[in-house]
């Protein structure tokens, strides 16, 4: 059964860190390629930023240089550390995985909740 599994969302203030982990069970993870999604009120889900299997990344141009995605295979865990923070970073962070030959074989987690507030 494959599960991925958030952790790490929070309230932080304006210009504050968090870092988002995505714990992967029942998947190779080294056969996956990896990304985190989010999704604010009212709005589409949206990607972040995403990292594939050889550990290339690719980011959305809102959170170029202030956000960093890295993947663990030792521990089947995919990273999200996000540094100065913006009120516009509010929404709930989704990770997301599928398999490389198989890209109908993708998996979402349940979501974090990140807000970015004074």
């Known amino acids: 059964q494959v599960q991925l599994v958030e952790s790490g969302g929070g309230l932080v203030q304006p210009g504050g860190s968090l870092t988002l982990s995505c714990a992967a069970s029942?998947?190779?993870?080294?056969?996956?390629?990896m990304g985190w999604y989010r999704q604010a009120p009212g709005k589409q889900r949206e990607l972040v930023a995403r990292?594939?299997?050889?550990?290339?990344?690719d980011y959305a141009d809102s959170v170029k240089g202030r956000f960093l995605i890295s993947r663990d295979s030792a521990d089947n865990t995919m990273y999200l550390r996000m540094n100065s923070l913006k009120p516009e970073d509010t929404a709930v962070y989704y990770c997301n995985g599928h398999e490389i030959l198989h890209p109908e074989y993708e998996y979402w987690g349940q979501g974090t909740q990140v807000t970015v507030s004074s």
């Open positions: 029942g998947v190779i993870f080294s056969i996956y390629d």
């Open positions: 990292v594939d299997s050889g550990g290339s990344t």
